[in-house]
Antibody, heavy 117, light 112 residues
Framework: EEQLVESGGGLVQPGGSLRLSCVAS????????MTWVRQAPGKGLEWVAN????????QYVDSVKGRFTISKDNAKNSLYLQMNSLRVEDTAVYYC??????????WGRGTLVTVSS | DIVMTQTPLSLSVTPGQPASISCKSS???????????FFWYLQKPGQSPQLLIY???NRFSGVPDRFSGSGSGTDFTLQISRVEAEDVGLYYC?????????FGQGTKVEIK
C-alpha cells in the first residue's frame, strides 16, 4: 500500500525552528517530485514547496522563501521541511503529498505545527 | 498569483439530489502542452484531502462516477449527479499551471 507518514510537528515559539519529516512507503520514492501543503486551523489549503526527484531543484511560495528548506533523502525514502524563523502565521497542519503531473494523488495525514509564545 | 474563486462557499443538499460547484481562475489554465492543469479535491471531515478530478475532467482512480468535472480556460464546474451522505466535506479547486500553485477558498457541502 502506498503511504506517506508525517512527523515532527509540535509547539514552538515565534522565531524558533522545527524540522518536519515524511516517510514514504509502497512506491518508488526516488522517481517522484514531492510537495508540502499546509492548512491553517479552519482555513483552506496552501501549497508550500516542491522538490524534484533527486533533490536538485526546489520551489517555494514567497511567504516561506529564505526561511523554509525542502529536502529529500531517497536512500531513506524521506522528505523533509526545515522551518526556521517561524511566525505565528505558520501555524498549520502540514501535509506531504505526491504530485505526479502536478496532481496530488497521495497525501499523508499531516502533522500540526503551532507557533505561539 | 492566479486567484481561484469558488461559488457557492456552502451548499446544503438533499440525498439523491444533484449538486454543482463552480470555480473560476484569474488566468487561463490551458498550458502549451495542451493540458489544463485544473484539479478538484475533497477533504472529508477529519481527513486529508483526496483527489477527485484531474486535468479538469478526468476522474481519478476509485472516484465514483457520480462525480464529473467540466470546463476549460478559466471556468470550471464539479457536478455530483446524486449526492450521498459520504460526500460531505470541503471541496477545493486548484490550479497547477503557474507557481505558486493555488487553491480556491473551499466549498462546504452538507446534507439536509
Amino acid at each position: 500500500e502506498e503511504q506517506l507518514v508525517e512527523s515532527g510537528g509540535g509547539l514552538v515559539q515565534p522565531g524558533g525552528s522545527l524540522r518536519l519529516s515524511c516517510v514514504a512507503s509502497g512506491f518508488t520514492f526516488s522517481s517522484y517530485w514531492m510537495t508540502w501543503v499546509r492548512q491553517a486551523p479552519g482555513k483552506g489549503l496552501e501549497w508550500v514547496a516542491n522538490i524534484n526527484q533527486d533533490g536538485s531543484h526546489t520551489q517555494y511560495v514567497d511567504s516561506v522563501k529564505g526561511r523554509f528548506t525542502i529536502s529529500k533523502d531517497n536512500a531513506k525514502n524521506s522528505l523533509y521541511l526545515q522551518m526556521n524563523s517561524l511566525r505565528v502565521e505558520d501555524t498549520a497542519v502540514y501535509y506531504c503529498a505526491r504530485p505526479p503531473a502536478r496532481r496530488f494523488d497521495l497525501w499523508g495525514r499531516g502533522t500540526l505545527v503551532t507557533v505561539s509564545s | 498569483d492566479i486567484v481561484m474563486t469558488q461559488t457557492p462557499l456552502s451548499l446544503s443538499v438533499t440525498p439523491g439530489q444533484p449538486a454543482s460547484i463552480s470555480c473560476k481562475s484569474s488566468q487561463s489554465l490551458l498550458d502549451s502542452d495542451g493540458k489544463t492543469y485544473f484539479f478538484w479535491y475533497l477533504q472529508k471531515p477529519g481527513q486529508s484531502p483526496q483527489l477527485l478530478i484531474y486535468e479538469a475532467s478526468n476522474r481519478f482512480s476509485g472516484v465514483p462516477d457520480r462525480f464529473s468535472g467540466s470546463g476549460s480556460g478559466t471556468d470550471f464546474t464539479l457536478q455530483i449527479s446524486r449526492v450521498e451522505a459520504e460526500d460531505v466535506g470541503l471541496y477545493y479547486c486548484m490550479q497547477g499551471i503557474q507557481l505558486p500553485w493555488t487553491f480556491g477558498q473551499g466549498t462546504k457541502v452538507e446534507i439536509k
